[in-house]
């Protein structure tokens, strides 16, 4: 079955570090940049970090970057996304999104497969 | 900036409804809508402004006119009720965004 599951979230106090686990199975890992985006409980889904198929290019939205860091292990299909410095305000459900290019037309891309998401609460 | 508009709308069984995303500036084709569900991860409904993701009805519709893009629910059922996002997704700038969200309830 295609799918991407996630692990790793939990209560974590201000401060704090956490990090997220993505399994990836039924497609070939290795081929696909993948994302991780956020959806603060009763919020709309925000994007936070992306990942190129070697691993090779991360990229951040402002917010994050040098909090939180993104990598990825091609021989365990397995994405991470590692949360450091946590804020109340990162509270959210977690998500792991595979992005795939339909055809040869650049635009022809978006998010097809999501995970169940994983919930991380940030408090004291 | 991505736009999406209305935040709200009430519609019943069998209506017709569009969802509209804006963008502040060019950003061609690359624009997804996607459909969640409380509780649920989002659904890929459309990308590349107007095609339809496979398995999805023939009653969701996309369009671009030039930064306006609309999302159309034709004849909507029962199932359609949930919020719906507008996905921009170039790979460099303007970046990636997601619109505000859209809720539909009956």
């Known amino acids: 079955e295609v799918q991407l599951v996630e692990s790793g979230g939990g209560l974590v106090q201000p401060g704090g570090s956490l990090r997220l686990s993505c399994a990836a199975s039924g497609f070939n890992f290795s081929n696909f940049s993948m994302y991780w985006v956020r959806q603060a409980p009763g919020k709309g889904l925000e994007y936070l970090t992306a990942?190129?198929?070697?691993?090779?290019?991360?990229l951040y939205r402002d917010s994050v970057q040098f909090r939180f860091t993104v990598s990825r292990d091609n021989s365990k299909n397995m994405l991470y996304l590692q949360l450091g410095s946590l804020r109340v305000e990162d509270t959210a459900v977690y998500y792991c999104?595979?992005?795939?290019?339909?055809?040869?037309?650049?635009?022809?891309?978006?998010?097809?497969?999501w995970g169940q998401g994983t919930l991380v609460t940030v408090s004291s | 900036q991505l736009t999406q508009s209305p935040s709200f709308l009430s519609a019943s069984v069998g209506d017709s409804v569009t969802i509209t995303c804006r963008a502040s500036q060019d950003i061609g084709l690359y624009l997804a809508w996607y459909q969640q569900k409380p509780g649920k991860a989002p659904r890929l409904l459309i990308y590349?402004?107007?095609t339809l993701q496979s398995g999805v009805p023939s009653r969701f519709s996309g369009r671009r006119s030039g930064a306006e893009f609309t999302l159309t629910i034709n004849s909507l059922q029962s199932e359609d009720y949930a919020t719906y996002y507008c996905h921009q997704l170039n790979t460099v700038p303007p970046g990636i965004r997601f619109g505000q969200g859209t809720r539909l309830d009956i």
């Open positions: 990942i190129t198929p070697n691993g090779g290019t991360t």
């Open positions: 999104v595979r992005r795939t290019h339909f055809d040869r037309r650049d635009y022809n891309m978006a998010f097809d497969l």
């Open positions: 590349g402004a107007s």
